[in-house]
């Protein structure tokens, strides 16, 4: 079982759509939790990032996080045309520790 | 404000030949890293450095060798190259709140 575990897609949505993507976890050392966003033939760059359990909001993407599911999930609403990436999971136990782990990525279209 | 770079973007080698990918990072960051992705696979961590002078293994290793001489540069080389390298590499650094700041990425094809 991969550590983290990511629906590949691709997924498609018009214009002004709420969008919701999600992974799943087997970790549960995992405290801290970030979604990158990758457009094509560009490196991943980090779009939220989060501590534990809760909620975080910035403009128009809600991450969420639900460890005792090991789940999380990014919304976008209002999505936009600029809005069409892949988007990662990526999870890590500790300050320090040597590896974040990477969900496969979720390829999203938002159609004008 | 640069960021990581890395170059080159593109290379093409035939397999058996040797190489070097380069990356620069201007943002003091003690960490830096190597990822390879592949479709279907994700970002899979193949060396680190937690500073100059130290560097470990990740997830996919063989084949490749990392040195990190300076905080700056963290290269990797690839010394008889082979089909199964073909991929896409990013190096990233990583600041202390653990976000990772990736270059553009490097894609290689192995003939």
């Known amino acids: 079982q991969k550590e983290v575990e990511q629906d590949p897609g691709p997924l498609s949505v018009p214009e002004g759509a709420i969008v919701s993507l999600n992974c799943t976890y087997s970790n549960s050392a995992f405290q801290y939790f970030m979604w990158y966003r990758q457009y094509s033939r560009k490196g991943p760059e980090l779009l939220m990032y989060t501590y534990s359990s809760g909620n975080k909001e910035d403009g128009r993407f809600t991450a969420q996080v639900d460890k005792s599911s090991k789940y999380i999930s990014l919304f976008i609403r209002d999505s936009q045309p600029s809005d069409s990436a892949t988007y990662l999971c990526a999870m890590i136990s500790e300050t320090g520790a040597n590896n974040l782990f990477f969900g496969t990525g979720t390829r999203l279209t938002v159609i004008p | 404000n640069a960021g990581v770079t890395q170059t080159p973007k593109f290379q093409v080698l035939k397999t058996g030949q040797s190489m070097t990918l380069q990356c620069a990072q201007d943002?003091?960051?003690?960490?830096m890293s190597w990822y390879r992705q592949d479709p279907g696979m994700g970002l899979r961590l193949i060396h680190y450095?937690?500073?100059?002078?130290?560097?470990d293994q990740g997830e996919v290793p063989n084949g490749y060798n990392v040195s990190r001489s300076t905080t700056e540069d963290f290269p990797l080389r690839l010394l008889s190259a082979a089909p199964s390298q073909t991929s896409v590499y990013f190096c990233?650094?990583?600041?202390?709140?653990?976000?990772?700041?990736f270059g553009s990425g490097t894609q290689l094809s192995v003939l």
């Open positions: 943002m003091n960051h003690e960490y």
């Open positions: 990233a650094s990583r600041d202390s709140n653990e976000k990772l700041f």
């Open positions: 450095s937690v500073g100059a002078g130290i560097t």
